[in-house]
Protein backbone atom coordinates (compact mmCIF):
# COMPACT_ATOMS: atom_id res chain seq x y z
CA UNK A 1 0.00 0.00 0.00
CA UNK A 2 1.64 3.27 -0.92
CA UNK A 3 0.96 5.65 1.88
CA UNK A 4 1.81 9.71 1.55
CA UNK A 5 2.42 11.77 4.52
CA UNK A 6 2.18 15.35 4.79
CA UNK A 7 3.13 17.52 7.81
CA UNK A 8 2.16 19.48 9.26
CA UNK A 9 -1.47 19.06 9.26
CA UNK A 10 -2.48 22.28 10.23
CA UNK A 11 -0.66 25.65 10.07
CA UNK A 12 -1.87 29.39 10.83
CA UNK A 13 0.71 32.26 9.74
CA UNK A 14 0.10 36.05 9.23
CA UNK A 15 -0.24 37.68 5.78
CA UNK A 16 3.52 38.46 4.78
CA UNK A 17 5.27 35.27 6.42
CA UNK A 18 7.28 32.26 4.54
CA UNK A 19 5.74 28.40 4.99
CA UNK A 20 6.94 24.96 3.72
CA UNK A 21 5.01 21.84 3.76
CA UNK A 22 6.03 18.42 3.20
CA UNK A 23 5.06 15.01 1.98
CA UNK A 24 6.94 11.91 2.25
CA UNK A 25 6.58 8.52 1.15
CA UNK A 26 8.15 5.41 1.17
CA UNK A 27 7.12 4.60 -1.97
CA UNK A 28 8.66 6.24 -5.63
CA UNK A 29 5.92 7.55 -7.39
CA UNK A 30 6.27 8.47 -11.59
CA UNK A 31 5.05 11.69 -11.17
CA UNK A 32 3.70 14.03 -7.66
CA UNK A 33 1.54 16.48 -7.72
CA UNK A 34 0.07 19.62 -5.75
CA UNK A 35 -3.67 20.52 -5.65
CA UNK A 36 -5.45 23.01 -3.41
CA UNK A 37 -8.93 22.87 -1.55
CA UNK A 38 -11.32 25.23 -0.32
CA UNK A 39 -14.55 24.43 2.02
CA UNK A 40 -17.28 22.92 -0.20
CA UNK A 41 -15.15 22.14 -3.48
CA UNK A 42 -13.24 19.84 -5.24
CA UNK A 43 -9.38 20.08 -5.44
CA UNK A 44 -7.37 21.95 -7.56
CA UNK A 45 -4.19 20.94 -9.53
CA UNK A 46 -1.73 23.13 -8.60
CA UNK A 47 1.37 21.72 -10.49
CA UNK A 48 2.92 18.07 -11.88
CA UNK A 49 6.59 16.85 -11.10
CA UNK A 50 7.48 14.42 -12.78
CA UNK A 51 11.61 14.80 -13.12
CA UNK A 52 13.35 13.66 -9.65
CA UNK A 53 14.93 16.88 -8.22
CA UNK A 54 12.55 18.63 -10.11
CA UNK A 55 11.76 22.27 -9.04
CA UNK A 56 8.79 24.47 -10.37
CA UNK A 57 7.73 27.87 -9.48
CA UNK A 58 4.18 29.08 -10.28
CA UNK A 59 4.50 33.01 -8.75
CA UNK A 60 5.05 32.52 -5.04
CA UNK A 61 4.88 28.81 -5.05
CA UNK A 62 7.87 26.78 -5.35
CA UNK A 63 7.68 22.83 -5.83
CA UNK A 64 10.25 20.52 -5.39
CA UNK A 65 9.97 16.73 -6.29
CA UNK A 66 13.07 14.33 -3.96
CA UNK A 67 16.17 13.44 -6.25
CA UNK A 68 14.04 9.58 -5.60
CA UNK A 69 10.96 10.71 -6.14
CA UNK A 70 9.28 9.73 -3.38
CA UNK A 71 9.17 12.97 -1.31
CA UNK A 72 8.15 16.75 -2.19
CA UNK A 73 7.61 19.78 -0.65
CA UNK A 74 5.76 23.08 -1.43
CA UNK A 75 6.82 26.39 -0.80
CA UNK A 76 5.48 29.63 -0.40
CA UNK A 77 6.52 33.33 -0.04
CA UNK A 78 4.74 36.27 1.76
CA UNK A 79 1.65 34.46 2.23
CA UNK A 80 -1.91 36.08 1.61
CA UNK A 81 -5.07 35.25 3.03
CA UNK A 82 -6.11 34.31 -0.25
CA UNK A 83 -3.21 30.96 -0.01
CA UNK A 84 -5.95 29.80 3.01
CA UNK A 85 -7.12 26.38 2.22
CA UNK A 86 -6.21 22.88 2.40
CA UNK A 87 -3.17 21.73 0.24
CA UNK A 88 -3.11 18.05 -0.92
CA UNK A 89 -0.10 16.03 -2.15
CA UNK A 90 -0.91 13.54 -4.57
CA UNK A 91 1.85 10.68 -5.80
CA UNK A 92 0.75 9.57 -9.31
CA UNK A 93 1.01 5.51 -10.62
CA UNK A 94 -0.59 3.55 -13.46
CA UNK A 95 -2.97 6.39 -14.11
CA UNK A 96 -4.03 5.85 -10.10
CA UNK A 97 -3.25 9.00 -7.58
CA UNK A 98 -3.16 8.57 -3.91
CA UNK A 99 -3.80 11.69 -1.72
CA UNK A 100 -1.73 12.94 1.25
CA UNK A 101 -4.35 14.07 3.98
CA UNK A 102 -3.70 17.39 3.59
CA UNK A 103 -1.97 20.54 5.28
CA UNK A 104 -5.11 22.84 6.53
CA UNK A 105 -3.07 26.76 5.86
CA UNK A 106 -4.93 29.32 7.08
CA UNK A 107 -3.37 33.12 6.66
CA UNK A 108 -4.43 35.39 8.68
CA UNK A 109 -4.67 39.32 7.66
CA UNK B 1 -14.67 24.30 -21.84
CA UNK B 2 -16.74 22.70 -18.93
CA UNK B 3 -15.71 21.07 -16.07
CA UNK B 4 -16.13 18.16 -14.20
CA UNK B 5 -19.90 18.15 -13.39
CA UNK B 6 -21.26 16.60 -10.56
CA UNK B 7 -24.80 15.71 -9.50
CA UNK B 8 -26.86 16.25 -6.94
CA UNK B 9 -24.92 18.97 -5.21
CA UNK B 10 -26.36 17.49 -1.35
CA UNK B 11 -28.24 14.61 -1.08
CA UNK B 12 -29.56 13.27 2.45
CA UNK B 13 -30.42 9.46 2.89
CA UNK B 14 -31.85 7.55 5.45
CA UNK B 15 -29.72 4.78 7.12
CA UNK B 16 -30.36 1.18 4.77
CA UNK B 17 -31.27 2.75 1.53
CA UNK B 18 -29.60 3.06 -1.99
CA UNK B 19 -27.68 6.51 -3.58
CA UNK B 20 -26.63 7.24 -6.79
CA UNK B 21 -24.36 9.75 -7.49
CA UNK B 22 -23.92 11.00 -10.79
CA UNK B 23 -20.52 12.80 -13.05
CA UNK B 24 -19.71 13.88 -16.09
CA UNK B 25 -16.48 14.44 -16.83
CA UNK B 26 -14.66 17.31 -18.86
CA UNK B 27 -15.76 16.35 -23.07
CA UNK B 28 -12.92 14.21 -24.53
CA UNK B 29 -11.61 12.91 -21.08
CA UNK B 30 -12.23 8.98 -21.49
CA UNK B 31 -11.07 8.25 -17.57
CA UNK B 32 -13.62 8.61 -14.60
CA UNK B 33 -11.96 8.67 -10.93
CA UNK B 34 -14.49 8.45 -7.89
CA UNK B 35 -12.83 9.25 -4.41
CA UNK B 36 -14.62 9.62 -0.66
CA UNK B 37 -13.42 12.49 1.19
CA UNK B 38 -14.66 11.39 4.69
CA UNK B 39 -14.09 14.20 7.84
CA UNK B 40 -10.06 13.22 8.87
CA UNK B 41 -9.77 10.72 6.26
CA UNK B 42 -8.59 12.36 3.50
CA UNK B 43 -9.56 11.15 -0.32
CA UNK B 44 -10.17 7.38 -0.59
CA UNK B 45 -9.66 6.04 -3.54
CA UNK B 46 -12.92 3.85 -4.32
CA UNK B 47 -13.54 3.15 -8.17
CA UNK B 48 -11.45 4.31 -11.30
CA UNK B 49 -13.46 3.70 -15.15
CA UNK B 50 -11.64 4.40 -18.39
CA UNK B 51 -13.38 3.81 -21.84
CA UNK B 52 -16.41 2.12 -20.32
CA UNK B 53 -14.98 -0.97 -18.22
CA UNK B 54 -13.91 -1.13 -14.46
CA UNK B 55 -9.91 -0.79 -14.45
CA UNK B 56 -9.45 -0.84 -10.31
CA UNK B 57 -11.31 0.04 -7.40
CA UNK B 58 -10.01 0.66 -3.64
CA UNK B 59 -10.43 -0.99 -0.45
CA UNK B 60 -14.42 -0.18 0.43
CA UNK B 61 -17.48 -3.22 0.24
CA UNK B 62 -19.30 -4.50 -2.86
CA UNK B 63 -21.73 -2.30 -2.03
CA UNK B 64 -20.17 0.56 -3.37
CA UNK B 65 -20.53 0.43 -7.34
CA UNK B 66 -20.92 2.26 -10.59
CA UNK B 67 -20.63 2.15 -14.58
CA UNK B 68 -19.24 4.20 -17.03
CA UNK B 69 -22.02 5.43 -19.89
CA UNK B 70 -20.50 5.27 -23.81
CA UNK B 71 -20.84 9.04 -23.69
CA UNK B 72 -17.72 8.64 -20.95
CA UNK B 73 -20.16 9.96 -17.61
CA UNK B 74 -20.72 7.43 -14.51
CA UNK B 75 -22.32 6.58 -11.90
CA UNK B 76 -21.78 5.38 -8.66
CA UNK B 77 -24.00 3.55 -6.35
CA UNK B 78 -24.04 2.82 -2.60
CA UNK B 79 -26.39 0.41 -1.09
CA UNK B 80 -27.41 -0.31 2.13
CA UNK B 81 -26.22 3.31 3.31
CA UNK B 82 -24.53 3.15 6.93
CA UNK B 83 -24.10 6.34 9.19
CA UNK B 84 -20.46 6.22 8.22
CA UNK B 85 -20.79 6.12 4.34
CA UNK B 86 -21.66 10.26 5.02
CA UNK B 87 -18.93 12.28 3.24
CA UNK B 88 -18.26 14.14 0.09
CA UNK B 89 -18.02 11.88 -3.12
CA UNK B 90 -15.60 13.60 -5.77
CA UNK B 91 -15.36 12.89 -9.62
CA UNK B 92 -12.95 13.53 -11.16
CA UNK B 93 -11.55 13.02 -14.65
CA UNK B 94 -8.20 13.01 -16.75
CA UNK B 95 -6.84 12.23 -20.96
CA UNK B 96 -4.34 9.75 -20.85
CA UNK B 97 -1.69 12.22 -21.88
CA UNK B 98 -2.04 14.19 -18.85
CA UNK B 99 -0.89 13.30 -15.36
CA UNK B 100 -2.65 15.43 -13.48
CA UNK B 101 -7.08 15.11 -12.26
CA UNK B 102 -9.98 17.74 -12.96
CA UNK B 103 -11.97 17.43 -9.93
CA UNK B 104 -16.14 17.65 -9.96
CA UNK B 105 -17.38 20.32 -6.57
CA UNK B 106 -18.47 16.99 -5.40
CA UNK B 107 -21.77 15.73 -4.04
CA UNK B 108 -22.18 15.77 0.01
CA UNK B 109 -23.91 12.73 1.27
CA UNK B 110 -25.61 13.04 4.45
CA UNK B 111 -26.94 9.13 5.77
CA UNK B 112 -29.28 9.89 8.98
Known amino acids: TQLLEQSPQFLSIQEGENLTVYCNSS?????LQWYRQEPGEGPVLLVT?????EVKKLKRLTFQFGDARKDSSLHITAAQPGDTGLYLC?????????FGKGTLLTVNP | EAGVTQSPTHLIKTRGQQATLRCSPI?????VYWYQQALGLGLQFLLW???????NRGNFPPRFSGRQFPNYSSELNVNALELEDSALYLCASNSRRFHGYTFGSGTRLTVV
Open chain 1, 49 to 53: VVTGG
Open chain 2, 49 to 55: YDEGEER
Open chain 2, 27 to 31: SGHTS
Open chain 1, 90 to 98: AGGSNYKLT
Open chain 1, 27 to 31: SVFSS
